[in-house]
């Protein structure tokens, strides 16, 4: 038998694995990955469309590489998916930085810095097709004086890493007006960081805090979970796979009534609330899904302020057949029969928080200006005809005149504008625009006027004890308190 050595056709595969399917954010986000691992706390992304060679440049203050070091990260396959790793190393293939990088320029340089020693290597696919090989250029001192970026940014710092990409047909092609284009790219960059690494944004404890900007500007944080105005559901768990943990911590949203327009658009972007309900899968503590519920439950309404995020080790990639982007992952069985006994649980809390208001309005003890009533084909809402104001409107009125009432009440009920509604609250739209402090004084007022009309009823202690258990006295203090003091008082 005989062994016959075959090396890949560098210009051919290297093109190839362009086709990836890495879009600008998740490209920036792997690059970032290598920072982190690096040990940084300060990584500066900047991008020029107005320069005569557009640019792209990402630069960290990690530790730097060595000769031997940039080799190897600028090979093909540099470390086996199989190898053990540092439990920080966000890195799975060995073909993150070339990957990415090329999948949105045909230049890549890279530059590193330890102390006094520069190093600095680049892929050019154009040279690349021109010599037919794995022509990989090793950049002198010379060279790095023609490099501005290199002078301005990397060169002032001790220690630290400057990609630059150039050449940057994928994510320039077609336009006419590149700086324009790239604003709105980076623009999306900007949202993706903020989600992705929002734990290291926020300086999580057990991790390094890490900045980032975007052409000077810091990036904040977006927590997905609203953490100090959620609720959490339960008690966090933990499980044992292989001999390692994962973390599983569930998180209920307020109801949508209860958001500020900032942060609903933080919670669910421009697609709303309901596409990212369900599991967020943290890797080290850095984001790689969300807004999935792996098949284990149908996204719905009910269920949109189910938030559940999970934290795996490294260790445990082989099991969750993670991709080279670091942007689809599949949970094994052994990881899905765990998190299936949680599903049930907060998908059932997140129905509550929807309907709760909806119960507490129409079917608990108390007197409630709608009543509910289920027939066959659903539910059908009225007005309760024995609501307290109700009741004391129509004893001022003669039989013609409260006949008149009547056709008024089913009409409006005949009316409901249901369809509106529907679609107000899909699109996330405060449909209850009214302030507290206004509801409160009305309601008060109205209180008022309903014990001058029944301050020489026999039954007014009943009806006092009555109004404290209709909407809207009972869902105010200041009322509650007021007539408590009138029964005490007789």
């Not at 200006?369 to 001022?396: A, F, Q």
Request: proline share 4%; with cysteine.
């Amino acid at each position: 038998m005989n062994i016959i050595n075959m090396p890949p056709f560098a210009p051919v595969l290297m093109e190839s694995t362009r086709a990836m399917g890495y879009n600008l954010e998740a490209a920036v986000a792997d690059i970032i990955d290598n920072s982190i691992a690096a040990g940084a706390d300060m990584v500066s992304i900047k991008f020029s469309p107005y320069d005569a060679v557009p640019y792209v440049t990402i630069l960290d203050n990690g530790k730097g590489m060595t000769k031997e070091e940039i080799n190897d990260a600028m090979r093909y396959g540099s470390q086996s998916s199989l190898n053990e790793r540092e439990s920080t190393d966000l890195g799975r293939f060995g073909l993150g930085m070339k990957t990415a990088s090329l999948s949105q320029c045909r230049c890549l340089t890279v530059i590193s810095k330890q102390n006094t020693t520069v190093v600095a290597r680049r892929w050019d696919l154009d040279e690349i097709y021109k010599m037919g090989s794995w022509a990989l250029i090793s950049l002198n001192s010379q060279d790095l004086a023609n490099i501005p970026q290199y002078s301005e940014q990397l060169k002032p710092l001790q220690h630290g890493t400057l990609i630059i990409w150039e050449k940057l047909d994928r994510m320039l092609k077609g336009t006419a007006n590149p700086d324009k284009l790239m604003n709105k790219q980076m623009d999306y960059v900007r949202e993706h960081l903020s989600l992705v690494f929002h734990r290291y944004l926020a300086g999580e404890s057990g991790i390094k805090k890490l900045s980032i900007s975007i052409n000077n500007l810091e990036i904040e944080p977006k927590d997905p979970f609203l953490i100090g105005r959620s609720t959490v559901f339960q008690a966090d768990e933990k499980f044992i796979i292989e001999g390692y943990p994962i973390y599983v911590s569930a998180f209920m949203l307020p109801h949508i009534s209860n958001l500020s327009k900032k942060e609903k658009a933080a919670l669910g972007g421009s697609e709303g609330l309901t596409k990212d309900q369900g599991f967020y899968i943290y890797r080290n503590k850095r984001l790689l899904i969300w807004g999935t519920w792996f098949r284990m439950h149908r996204k719905d309404e009910l269920s949109k302020l189910a938030r559940i995020r999970v934290d795996v080790p490294n260790a445990l990639d082989h099991l969750w057949t993670l991709d080279i982007r670091k942007s689809t992952a599949i949970p094994p069985d052994v990881i899905k029969n765990n998190l299936s006994r949680i599903v049930g649980r907060i998908s059932e809390g997140s129905k509550k928080a929807w309907t709760f208001r909806g119960k507490r309005e129409v079917s608990d003890d108390g007197s409630h200006l709608w009543s509910k009533t289920s027939i066959r084909d659903g539910v059908v809402y009225n007005l309760n005809r024995d609501y307290m104001m109700l009741h004391l409107l129509k004893k001022t009125l003669n039989a013609e005149q409260n006949r008149m009432l009547e056709g008024y009440l089913k009409l409006a009920e005949e009316n409901l504008p249901l369809n509106q509604l529907y679609v107000d609250l899909n699109n996330e739209e405060q449909v209850n625009i009214r302030k507290e402090k206004d509801a409160e004084t009305e309601a008060f007022d109205m209180a008022q006027i309903i014990l001058a009309n029944i301050a020489n009823d026999p039954a007014r202690e009943t009806q006092i004890r009555l109004m404290l258990q209709t909407d809207p006295f009972c869902n105010h203090r200041k009322i509650v308190d007021m007539l408590t003091k009138e029964l005490e008082n007789g």
